[in-house]
């Protein structure tokens, strides 16, 4: 999204949506790094479809929730830390992309990095902005000396600029 006074005149709940937004992703690392699952449900639809890497869609936050639970106890940290991020807006709805690295320790000692992706589609609720689909892509997984090899990137779920320019102050 364009943040630019110009495109947003008139419009100042855009800021404020974004900002909602940035916010909610924030959250969700944050509940992520310190495991908990009453804020990680929180940041999900009741609905939400969850993808991560090449396992199956998980579909409704207590499914996703489950499959968080499962994946954490396979560690002594996560450390989750979100970096620069786009978001979209389109009403009610909006999609984002964040770019993601997280350090790891497994239950036996052994340490990995990743770095990656996540891209949201999400919906405004009348208690605020929810994850209606979050997708993770890795593109490295790894030694954390950076030894091992990357991942081809995939194409990303949604264009960073409007084919038609007239979309941008959406």
Known sequence: MNVDPAATAGR???????LAIRSLAAA?????????????????????EFAMM???VVTGRGEILDVLRRTLARYQLVMQLVHSGVVRLD???ACARWQ?????????????????????DLVRRPGGWQFARRTFTARYVGD?????EV??????????????????TR
């Open 12 to 18: 100042p709940d855009a800021v404020a949506d974004e």
């Open 28 to 48: 969700y690392t944050d509940a992520l790094n310190r495991a908990d699952f009453d804020d990680i449900g929180r940041v999900y639809d009741d609905a939400a």
């Open 54 to 56: 090449d396992r199956p």
């Open 91 to 93: 009403g009610d709805r």
């Open 100 to 120: 993601i690295t997280e350090f790891q320790v497994l239950v036996d000692g052994s340490r990995r990095f990743i770095a990656g992706r996540y891209e949201d």
């Open 144 to 148: 954390p000396d950076l030894t091992d």
């Open 151 to 168: 991942r081809p990137d995939l194409p990303a779920r949604f264009p960073l600029w409007p084919a038609d320019p007239s979309e941008e």
